[in-house]
Nanobody, 124 residues
């Protein structure tokens, strides 16, 4: 069993930065792939970025490439999402998700564990 808790969300002006954290508990964190998804009101939950247990990045959504960076610290059981040059369209509730297979992907159905989310609001 894995529990995921997101933090680091908040209100920021366009062009600003935030760093989200996904803290995991459970014995299998070191082998689990973690991804960030986001969902704004009335929209589908969409993939943002993912990282395998090895630290290899799975991929980034086209909309965040060059602005967001995903990383992980297995010693701290934590995955980070550094978000720079934020835009109003980045406003959403951000969720981290875990895939026990370790492979990960951009598909929601691949992930067995989900956090409760952290809200990011970017003002123009």
């Amino acid at each position: 069993q894995v529990q995921l808790v997101e933090s680091g969300g908040g209100l920021v002006q366009a062009g600003g930065s935030l760093r989200l954290s996904c803290a995991a508990s459970g014995r299998t964190f070191g082998r689990i792939a973690i991804a960030w998804f986001r969902q704004d009101a009335g929209k589908e939950r969409e993939f943002v970025a993912g990282i395998r247990w090895s630290g290899r990045v799975i991929s980034y959504a086209d909309s965040v490439k060059g602005r967001f960076t995903i990383s992980r610290d297995n010693a701290k059981n934590t995955v980070y999402l550094q978000m720079n040059s934020l835009k109003p369209e980045d406003t959403a509730n951000y969720y981290c998700a875990g895939d026990l297979s370790g492979a990960g992907s951009s598909y929601r159905s691949e992930y067995e564990y989900w956090g409760q989310g952290t809200q990011v609001t970017v003002s123009s």
